[in-house]
């Protein structure tokens, strides 16, 4: 008969109140060496997390160096630097720029999940990510081009092959907006995800899965189908209020505004604004948070480490939006103060959604190689707020 | 003392149990065959004291010894001068309450004089070039996008002109050489300064001033922008403060993009608040040692304020200070002799 495999739940050892001070200490001695510290305190910081998060009795491990960051942090800040300015003064380069950037692009995604591969370590061995710039070009560039070349070309034929006719060209934009866009997003995710995830490995070890196109125009059709009920939800809500706005209020705010008393009336059109900016950005939460939970539990059980060790991600969208909203409301009203306590309700709530299933205790492994490189590309991400990665 | 601890081989998930033995002059002996001499304390590497964590140290062959923190090992570290001073500030609950409040204290230094005197420096440290191209791009934008050419007579505009220059000619230099702009906007009465020294105005306003000296006084406001050169220190401090918000809370994601950028929002909003009191002072005292017709000024200002008040946002939310306050104080200031 065969045993069932053991499974290993992920753990979040740190408190909110412990990393207060270690949070408050790195923020004022970033404060009094004017920023230079901060490249220390990203450093601990990190180990702070990494080493409390637990697996199998095991903790993770940050090895970067503050030397590291900093380079990666001065470089970061003089191209940001520029790049605002650019935008200001110059359109023109700032296009040369942008452009430059989207070139070079994959080059600063592999770099950067090699640096943050490198010097991760668990059980005293390293993970590292082994993709390559040529394939990196391949998925994250040429692919995204060819679907871009794709919808512009079913534009341009419709428009050509229906001789300006405002039938054909409507056919055509549907055809690339409803069926080209989110096919070839969904094939471009699959790509992205593939090339990702089947590099990383742990020491001799290699992480492998594979995802299916289809299982992302499902959540894409999930969202969209969510964000039209949504915007006929706030309809309906707008709607109602107008209506009673016109039917009790209205006649007599009319008057005031008639008499020149106009400040009641502004209110209840500011109020009005302030309303419909909440349930947009309550949609926009929703929208992100599910794709978000969506996309890491699948990325999660897709994949296995070492042939058969599986991994798991157990996140709900209720709990995602109770804890990112809570902690936005505690981090706001807290003037920042409450930034640590956010951070390591985060960290909890990713660690207890996240487990292995498998013999990881017989698992052994060892470093292939030990280099860790520069953390340029690290920071560059970091301060141009790319998103990489897949979970 | 005697502890047990968990030793890795270098470069290997391979592991076992040790014992060790904490000596005198930093000397720590491993018990282990593999280890039959003590090891210096100099010769380790120690992880950083985290919270509760094991503390990892870094063998000379690379091995990795795991051991738990405890009081022991703690002062045994600290007597042999390893220990890790920033954890003891981590712990400290007096350094903590320190610390928030330098925090504080810091913040509200930064905001009121440390970050708008930065920003003027470097504003007034550009070279004019920059100020010039700013304002023809936004110049020229406008013209592609809002105003058409004015409908004002020939003749008008000409007085407009002589009239600015006339105006000018009364006042110290200003950082760059201010030029009137005539525009036409459908219903918009509106006048604003550029970064490069120009004033634009809008045929409806020069309708609602009625007179040329009635608009003198909206005129001396937006040379006041211009004298203290606020277009360029906006843009400076709003960057400054992007910046450096990124910087204390670079490593956070998600929705706080929407704190930081509601934050700078605020703190702009205040500060230029500030700015068009220092633009109404100017145009007052420049009116009055102009000899200017108060009265006429006094209602024309009266009236461009009270022009967006039906969509008024309360006083926070908005860039110029409550409409009510901005006009008494203007008064005062053209009372006074």
Redesign the interface.
Known sequence: MEQPSPQHRMRFHGSGGEYFGIWIVNLVLSIITLGIYSAWAKVRNKQYFYGNTELAGERFEYLATPKQILIGRIITFIAFGIWLWSQAFSPEFSLVLMLAFFIILPVIVVRNLRFNARVSRYRNVRFDFTGRYRAAYLNLFAKPLAVFLAIVATMGISMIAGEGSALAEGIGSLLAFLVIAPLGYAWLFKNAAEFIINHYRWGEHSFAASVNTRYYVKVMAMAALFFVLAIVVIGIIIAVLAGVIASSDFAYRFDELMEGDVIGAGIGIFGFIILFYLGLFAMGMIFQAFIRVKLRNYHFNQTTLAGNIQLKSELTVLTYIGVTLTNLLMVVCTFGFAMPWAKVRMSKMLADATSLQGELDTLHSQNLQSQQGSAIADELADGFDIEIGVI | MQLTGRL??P?????REVHLQLGAEGRLHIIDAAYPEPLQLSQLTL??Q?????L?ITLPDQA?LLLEQSDGLLAWLRSNKQGDR?AG????LK??AL??M??IV?ALLAYRYVLPATAGWIADQLPPV?AS??GE?TRNNMEKWMFDESQLSDEQQQAMQLQFQQLLSKLPELPHSPRLYLYSADEMANAFALADGSVVVTDQLFAMAGSADALQGVLLHELGHLAHNDVMHT?VRS?LFT?LL??????????????VNTASFGVEMSYSRGAEQAADDFACHWLKATGADLDANYQMMESVLNMG??????EWFSTHPDTDKRLARFKDCLRQP
Request: charged letters at 15%; one cysteine or more; glycine letters at 10%.
């Open positions: 890795y081989s470069n290997s998930s391979q592991n992880s950083p985290l919270g509760k964590q094991p990892r990795q920033i500030w981590e712990r400290s350094l903590i610390g928030v330098l925090c810091t920059v191209t700013l791009q843009l960057t910046l990124n910087v204390i809370f670079g490593d956070v994601t998600g929705s706080m993009d929407l704190l008040h039906g969509h008024e946002a309360p």
